[in-house]
Every structure is written in C-alpha cells, then in structure tokens.
T-cell receptor, first 116, second 114 residues
Framework: DTGVSQDPRHKITKRGQNVTFRCDPI?????LYWYRQTLGQGPEFLTY????????KSRLLSDRFSAERPKGSFSTLEIQRTEQGDSAMYLC??????????????FGSGTQLSVL | GENVEQHPSTLSVQEGDSAVIKCTYS??????FPWYKQELGKGPQLIID?????GEKKDQRIAVTLNKTAKHFSLHITETQPEDSAVYFC?????????????FGQGTELSVKP
C-alpha cells in the first residue's frame, strides 16, 4: 500500500497520560499535515510541515501538543497530559508540494483517540 | 481567517436521482476547492477538485461548479447509487504552487436509498 499510513489505528488512554501517534506520508511527498476531527464535524487544521520544517501551527495546537518531522519523512504527534477533550480522530495527510497537482492532499485512515 | 459553510447537513435521495451540496467561503484569496468523501472508519478521500481559474469541472457522474464572485461552489452527483452514501466535505485553500492547508466545511451526510 503506497498511501498515507497512520499508527496506531485506535488508542485508549487515561486522562493525564501522554500519547504519541505516527504518520508515514506517501513517498516523495514534501508536505505533511495534521488534522483533528470530532464526531459530526469536518477536519480541523492543526499544523503542517514542508520537509522537516514546521511552517504553521493552529491556535488549536496547545502547548500540550507537539509535532515533529525530523528527517522530512515520517512525522509524530505527541499529546502530553491528555484531557477528555482531546478525544477525537487525528488525521494525517500529505501532498507532493510541487507541480500541477502539488496541492492535492491525501489522507490516512486516522488514529482514533479515546481519553477516559 | 477563512470560513467555509456547507449545506445541507443531511441529504436523502432515491437511487438514480441527483444530489447537490453547496458551500460558501469567506476569503476571496482562496483559489483551490477540493471535495472529499468519507466513509465510516476511514479518512477523507479526494473525489474532485477545482481551481479558481476554472468555472466547472466534470468527472463521470461528479461535477463541481465555482462562482468566484459570489464565493460559492457546489458538488453535483448524477445518477446516484447506494455506494455514493457517505459524508461529503468541501474545503477551501489559499494554495501556492506547493499547496496549502485546507479549511473544511461541516460535512453533508448523503444517503442514497435503493
């Protein structure tokens, strides 16, 4: 499968614990995006990377959230001291970032986080 | 910042009928408008997109129209089939030549009854 891969698919944690999600973008895609989606809503932008550089962070991304893309390939999203309000689907997307189709975003299947 | 409004929130049609979903955006600088289909337990799947220099685009049973003046864009699905049942999202972006973040509408749950 050459699509965007996210791991794990599901995560259940207790309030106050730290969690980390991983995203592997489509090979050669320069841009990588993180979104959050709650039930019945559209995806909300969190942050994105151009190669290893984090170019923009949403105000939704509190200081408990940190994202990295150390070598410009896979990315991790960590949530520290989880709260029940963090329960959501965390989606990763990637785009080629160049050429006539560079703006097309392709999404993974997401990581469903439940904070008890 | 950009805001995207999507209507209706739910839409039920008979198989074979057409379905239309409408979106409006607030930022006149937005120049890229994709539509995504999301099935239960899956991520959004890109089904069609349009750039601001084009008024209409069609791909088999799916078409998208864009009115830049009114800041409206719409998805049209003809000859609907039960497998078209899903949640559909519109989005808008101020894309440079390397892409850009998408701002999504709230979604439309389409149900196609056989």
């Amino acid at each position: 499968d050459t699509g965007v891969s996210q791991d794990p698919r599901h995560k259940i944690t207790k309030r106050g614990q730290n969690v980390t999600f991983r995203c592997d973008p489509i090979s050669e895609h320069n841009r990588l995006y993180w979104y959050r989606q709650t039930l019945g809503q559209g995806p909300e932008f969190l942050t994105y990377f151009q190669n290893e550089a984090q170019l923009e962070k949403s105000r939704l991304l509190s200081d408990r959230f940190s994202a990295e893309r150390p070598k410009g390939s896979f990315s991790t999203l960590e949530i520290q001291r989880t709260e029940q309000g963090d329960s959501a689907m965390y989606l990763c997307a990637s785009s080629l970032g160049a050429g006539s189709t560079g703006e097309k975003l392709f999404f993974g299947s997401g990581t469903q986080l439940s904070v008890l | 910042g950009e805001n995207v409004e999507q209507h209706p929130s739910t839409l039920s049609v008979q198989e074979g009928d057409s379905a239309v979903i409408k979106c409006t955006y607030s930022d006149s600088a937005s120049n890229y408008f994709p539509w995504y289909k999301q099935e239960l337990g899956k991520g959004p799947q890109l089904i069609i997109d349009i750039r601001s220099n084009v008024g209409e685009k069609k791909d088999q049973r799916i078409a998208v129209t864009l009115n830049k003046t009114a800041k409206h864009f719409s998805l049209h699905i003809t000859e609907t089939q039960p497998e078209d049942s899903a949640v559909y999202f519109c989005a808008a972006s101020k894309a440079d030549n390397q892409g850009g973040k998408l701002i999504f509408g709230q979604g439309t749950e389409l149900s196609v009854k056989p």
